[in-house]
T-cell receptor
Framework: DAKTTQPPSMDCAEGRAANLPCNHS???????VYWYRQIHSQGPQYIIH???NNETNEMASLIITEDRKSSTLILPHATLRDTAVYYC??????????????FGTGTLLAVQP | SAVISQKPSRDICQRGTSLTIQCQVD?????MFWYRQQPGQSLTLIAT?????????ESGFVIDKFPISRPNLTFSTLTVSNMSPEDSSIYLC??????????FGPGTRLTVL
């Protein structure tokens, strides 16, 4: 079973920041938080991942709470092309007992013009 | 990022037949995964395929139905055997790297009549 909880859907105005929450209250110390998105009819696209520090790349920022029980993915300036299903996944790092990604139901982000 | 290609991109098959899906990666990877995405659903992991060992199947998936080959570090195949309309799905190949990133192919859209 997926170990994360996400809202089923969210709306965001174009040009504004999109903040997507994720709860992972049972996360273990060696598990990373990963974010992927899937645009309609395409394979999932990697966005970002982190262990306990906040992370930023060219696509997004990942904010992980100090207790690591929740996180937020931030798309700083959402565009219509960011409309997709966003998946938050926890997984052990390389070399762990299992490296598989288990997908939950995700959040459908609809960016409105 | 790893570049992953899948063949065929889509197919329409008759029930009772089998289809073999190919996954090619542009670099050597240890871990490869096969996922299924049924219409309107999230991704479900079928099996993990590591080179030099038997594939490891998730609960609900068996080798007789979904045989997998992994002859080298850049290639894998998934066969969907004795197909029925319930096997109509998108099948996705995925690879994991030691830097903890995981990438997905574009998927194979299968329709079984």
């Amino acid at each position: 079973d997926a170990k994360t909880t996400q809202p089923p859907s969210m709306d965001c105005a174009e040009g504004r920041a999109a903040n997507l929450p994720c709860n992972h209250s049972t996360i273990s110390g060696n598990e990373y938080v990963y974010w992927y998105r899937q645009i309609h009819s395409q394979g999932p696209q990697y966005i970002i991942h982190g262990l306990k520090n906040n992370e930023t790349n060219e696509m997004a920022s990942l904010i992980i709470t100090e207790d690591r029980k929740s996180s937020t993915l931030i798309l700083p300036h959402a565009t219509l092309r960011d409309t997709a299903v966003y998946y938050c996944i926890v997984r052990v790092g390389w070399g762990g007992a299992t490296n598989k990604l288990i997908f939950g139901t995700g959040t459908l982000l609809a960016v409105q013009p | 990022s790893a570049v992953i290609s899948q063949k065929p991109s889509r197919d329409i098959c008759q029930r009772g037949t089998s289809l073999t899906i190919q996954c090619q990666v542009d670099s050597q990877v240890t871990m490869m995964f096969w996922y299924r995405q049924q219409p309107g659903q999230s991704l479900t992991l079928i099996a993990t395929a590591n080179q030099g060992s038997e594939a490891t199947y998730e609960s609900g998936f068996v080798i007789d139905k979904f045989p997998i080959s992994r002859p080298n570090l850049t290639f894998s195949t998934l066969t969907v055997s004795n197909m029925s309309p319930e096997d109509s799905s998108i099948y996705l190949c995925s690879v994991a790297r030691q830097d903890n990133e995981q990438f997905f192919g574009p998927g194979t859209r299968l329709t079984v009549l």
